[in-house]
């Protein structure tokens, strides 16, 4: 899958320069040739395929950033015997949020929409892969544009969760949103994202991974293992943060 995505990167790349390189070979026939109506049509043409990857890079990816981190919501479930358990969902389709599995139950659990605390229903859910998915009853505004693609190892990804906080009188979580950068490890396995960075805060389980590259959610974040000393090579090891890829979600959950 990842050698797919890399070559459509390379042929959406490839054909844009080859786009150009042929506007410019034109540009210069009809200088000779003395067409001067052709070098306003092949000024046009090379502005239009240039300024098209100006507007993807600077605008489109920016607003699918956007997007996500405000597609993220609080995720809250309070059991009689745990307590509660507090995460992050992401908004994959209208009324679809996708979670990690650990942090939902099958009653009690609620997603906060701007003020309000909505039920929330577990419609899919792989305890294996630590995977939920969600529905609610109440429309939300945002959307995360998603992708069944995994990222290549190196490349660099966005998560955006909420952060645990102070409690309010109904034991419902005050925290706030947060973005973290991290970068791919290598292999990425079919199940499992692991990301190079910062252990993140409280709150983060279910917590959106973003494609930079893309402005596409990838994966969510379930779990986290702390750097230990490799005794061999006599360093430490990098903080590992784990995320399951949305692929791992039949199709059918996904709209």
Request: with cysteine.
């Amino acid at each position: 899958m990842n050698r797919l995505k890399k070559a459509r990167q390379m042929t959406e790349g490839g054909m844009a320069a080859i786009t150009l390189v042929l506007v410019s070979i034109v540009s210069a026939l009809v200088a000779i040739l003395g067409l001067q109506s052709w070098v306003a049509i092949a000024a046009v043409i090379a502005a239009v395929v240039s300024g098209s990857q100006v507007v993807r890079k600077e605008v489109l990816i920016p607003w699918r950033v956007k997007s996500v981190d405000n597609s993220v919501a609080r995720i809250l479930t309070r059991e009689a015997r745990a307590g509660a358990r507090l995460g992050s969902a992401v908004q994959i389709a209208p009324r679809r949020w996708v979670t990690a599995a650990h942090v939902v139950a099958a009653t009690g659990t609620e997603l906060k929409l701007g003020d309000t605390w909505i039920q929330a229903r577990v419609i899919y859910r792989d305890e294996d892969l630590d995977l939920a998915v969600l529905t609610v009853d109440r429309d939300w505004p945002w959307l995360s544009r998603v992708s069944a693609d995994l990222p290549s190892p190196g490349s660099r990804v966005k998560v955006t969760g909420w952060t645990e906080g102070r409690r309010d009188k109904e034991n419902r979580d005050r925290g706030l949103r947060a973005v973290q950068d991290y970068t791919v490890q290598g292999p990425v396995e079919e199940s499992l994202i692991v990301l190079a960075g910062a252990i993140p805060p409280r709150g983060f389980s279910g917590a959106a991974v973003t494609d930079v590259e893309t402005g596409k959610v990838v994966g969510v974040l379930f779990n986290f293992r702390p750097g230990e000393m490799d005794f061999h090579a006599g360093l430490p090891r990098m903080d590992e943060v784990h995320a399951t890829p949305l692929s791992c979600i039949p199709s059918e959950y996904l709209r």
